[in-house]
T-cell receptor
Framework: GDSVTQMEGPVTLSEEAFLTINCTYTATGYPSLFWYVQYPGEGLQLLLKATKADDKGSNKGFEATYRKETTSFHLEKGSVQVSDSAVYFCALSDPTLGGGGNKLTFGTGTQLKVEL | DVKVTQSSRYLVKRTGEKVFLECVQDMDHENMFWYRQDPGLGLRLIYFSYDVKMKEKGDIPEGYSVSREKKERFSLILESASTNQTSMYLC??????????????FGSGTRLTVV
């Protein structure tokens, strides 16, 4: 079945450091890929997405490129801030899955802590 | 913006109680989902619905049921609450599968404690 694998956390960085959170996937079909962010005490928010190979999703200084050849969708940010501290989830939506609806398969999440 | 509203942020229930978690969305989304979130396990799909009165089991449906009588409302029911159902419950909605590439909109979550 489909799966998403993320690097384990927590990831602890100093403010203004470069961030990479790795995400790889396995899917039956040609999935769409997503990054969600969960701030403390809140639900998940869509951060960015990409729907086809070589697409780059971007939002709030975060970027991720859909790499079909390596089945990856790594999240990057050039300079993190304390306010970026949150849990980040990689997810995929596979159009070949049956049952209707566009079910998402999530990774287990990576906690990011940014310190001054 | 789409809003998904979960009726309670925190709930404390006793073992054996029947528990109702309510979720309402305001943008006419076809699909609605219930997940539970536990440390180290990520998000696990309990049930989902892609139309009124339609429901499908997710990965961990045991001990749960759902109801979708109206398009905007999707209820999760714990028939007889147990301590292993203590968790964060997240509701989400999305456009239909024909809009592939649409992500989910999540509610803020309900933290349920069963004592």
């Amino acid at each position: 079945g489909d799966s998403v694998t993320q690097m384990e956390g927590p990831v602890t960085l100093s403010e203004e450091a470069f961030l990479t959170i790795n995400c790889t996937y396995t899917a039956t079909g040609y999935p769409s890929l997503f990054w969600y962010v969960q701030y403390p005490g809140e639900g998940l928010q869509l951060l960015l997405k990409a729907t086809k190979a070589d697409d780059k999703g971007s939002n709030k200084g975060f970027e991720a490129t859909y790499r079909k050849e390596t089945t990856s969708f790594h999240l990057e940010k050039g300079s993190v801030q304390v306010s970026d501290s949150a849990v980040y989830f990689c997810a995929l939506s596979d159009p070949t899955l049956g049952g209707g609806g566009n079910k998402l398969t999530f990774g287990t999440g990576t906690q990011l802590k940014v310190e001054l | 913006d789409v809003k998904v509203t979960q009726s309670s942020r925190y709930l404390v229930k006793r073992t054996g109680e029947k528990v109702f978690l309510e979720c309402v969305q305001d943008m006419d989304h076809e699909n609605m989902f219930w997940y539970r979130q536990d440390p180290g396990l990520g998000l696990r799909l309990i049930y989902f619905s892609y139309d009124v009165k339609m429901k499908e089991k997710g990965d961990i449906p045991e001990g749960y049921s759902v109801s979708r009588e109206k398009k905007e409302r999707f209820s999760l029911i714990l028939e007889s609450a147990s301590t292993n159902q203590t968790s964060m419950y997240l509701c989400a909605s999305s456009l239909s599968w024909r809009g592939m590439g649409h992500g989910y909109t999540f509610g803020s979550g309900t933290r349920l404690t069963v004592v």
